[in-house]
T-cell receptor, first 115, second 112 residues
Framework: NAGVMQNPRHLVRRRGQEARLRCSPMKGHSHVYWYRQLPEEGLKFMVYLQKENIIDESGMPKERFSAEFPKEGPSILRIQQVVRGDSAAYFC?????????????FGPGTRLTVL | EDQVTQSPEALRLQEGESSSLNCSYTVSGLRGLFWYRQDPGKGPEFLFTLYSAGEEKEKERLKATLTKKESFLHITAPKPEDSATYLCAVPSGGGSNYKLTFGKGTLLTVNP
């Protein structure tokens, strides 16, 4: 499978629990982006990472949200103490990082439901 | 603030009935415009990138064009399988070439 992979595809959490969303970029891609899609809204940028570095997290809520992209393994978006307003589809995208404006290729998304 | 506006919000066509979707943008220094297709429950699927006014790209029944203020996605003789939400996006936010700002999309339904 050469595409961006995300898991789980669906995640149900109760208020106050933690959610961990995983993203494996396309083969050969070293840049990862996370976006959130709330119901009736467009996709919103959250964070941009390269291996072991957070490049831009200007779209991340200041509290409870964190992201990482370790040297080995997938990128992780972590949401602590989830609230109902966190219910959304979370998409990961990757690009090769060849400079100028890269095309971002998206994964299938993780749909988070907070009960 | 950078903005992307898509119209119409929804469009119903009969199979074979050609039409166009619009994406207008306000951004300082265009560094590309992207079109994606999104099916229900799936992630956006890349279609086209346009970089400069006057540029056109084609793929099967789709053709994307770009001016200094807007882009059009022309759909020629659509088929039911073209039904999807079509999204456009531009890199924006302080000279960023990676932080995509998306429109809310046009939901296209093609009836057989």
């Amino acid at each position: 499978n050469a595409g961006v992979m995300q898991n789980p595809r669906h995640l149900v959490r109760r208020r106050g629990q933690e959610a961990r969303l995983r993203c494996s970029p396309m083969k050969g891609h070293s840049h990862v982006y996370w976006y959130r899609q709330l119901p009736e809204e467009g996709l919103k940028f959250m964070v941009y990472l390269q291996k072991e570095n957070i490049i831009d997290e200007s779209g991340m809520p200041k509290e409870r949200f964190s992201a990482e992209f370790p040297k080995e393994g997938p990128s992780i978006l972590r949401i602590q103490q989830v609230v109902r307003g966190d219910s959304a589809a979370y998409f990961c995208a990757s690009s090769p990082g060849q400079g100028s404006t890269d095309t971002q290729y998206f994964g299938p998304g993780t749909r988070l439901t907070v009960l | 603030e950078d903005q992307v506006t898509q119209s119409p919000e929804a469009l119903r066509l009969q199979e074979g009935e050609s039409s166009s979707l619009n994406c207008s943008y306000t951004v300082s220094g265009l560094r590309g415009l992207f079109w994606y297709r999104q099916d229900p429950g799936k992630g956006p699927e890349f279609l086209f990138t346009l970089y400069s006014a006057g540029e056109e790209k084609e793929k099967e029944r789709l053709k994307a064009t770009l001016t200094k203020k807007e882009s059009f996605l022309h759909i020629t003789a659509p088929k039911p399988e073209d039904s999807a939400t079509y999204l456009c996006a531009v890199p924006s936010g302080g000279g960023s070439n990676y932080k995509l700002t998306f429109g809310k999309g046009t939901l296209l339904t093609v009836n057989p």
